[in-house]
């Protein structure tokens, strides 16, 4: 998709965020929960991730028992009145990927949210990618790094990331993330007007 990596001058505001310390702060408190807590009616939520758990704890646990915050938050978002797209990696899924795209598929039977997740293998080699683009008030973010969807990435984990909030960033990644999007099976959209 791309020749040439992106390279841009100016300003930008920009966050580090790491775990264990600052991947799960309160949403009033920025951090990847409170880039997805901007996204509301008409706004945007794009995710692309290795994985993303159901749910967190135990093997007995449940999303009600111990939810995996940042899939709480992308369907919060989608409650919002947010348009929220998650593609996860089918290559390398033993399951995990799998129950997460039919848990969401229940809520959106359920409540009728624009909320859609695929399983994808874009490119023939899984995707490993974790990035997350907000959309949200006019603003664009961008979160990029090693933080996968597990409690151990948040909580544990010596993990790093980094979100941004710059249109020419946003506009460089959110290509790739239809590319792969529509590959996998998904409609796309046009100037932000969804066809799904």
């Known amino acids: 998709l791309y020749a040439q990596p992106l390279t841009f001058s100016g300003s930008l505001t920009a966050e580090v965020v ?31 991730q290795l994985y993303e758990r159901v ?18 938050a992308y369907i919060d978002a989608a409650r919002r009145g947010a348009t929220v797209r998650i593609l996860l990696d089918a290559y390398f899924d033993t399951g995990d990927n799998a129950e997460t795209v039919a848990y969401i598929s229940q809520i959106v039977q359920n409540e009728g949210i624009n909320l859609r997740a695929l399983l994808g293998n874009p490119t023939g080699r899984g995707i490993h990618n974790k990035m997350i683009l907000v959309e949200a008030g006019g603003e664009k973010w961008t979160h990029l790094g090693s933080i996968n969807g597990s409690e151990a990435s948040s909580k544990a984990n010596r993990e790093l990331a980094i979100q941004v909030q710059s249109d020419a960033v946003y506009a460089y990644f959110a290509p790739a993330f239809w590319v792969d999007w529509t590959s996998s099976g998904g409609l796309c959209c046009s100037d932000a007007a969804f066809i799904e």
Do not use: I
């Open 18 to 48: 790491h775990s264990p310390e600052t991947s799960l702060l309160p949403v009033d408190q920025g951090g990847l929960l409170g880039m997805v807590d901007r996204a509301g009616a008409g706004d945007t939520v794009l995710v692309e």
């Open 55 to 72: 749910h967190w704890g135990g093997s007995n646990d449940t999303p009600q028992s111990a939810p995996n915050l940042r899939l709480q």
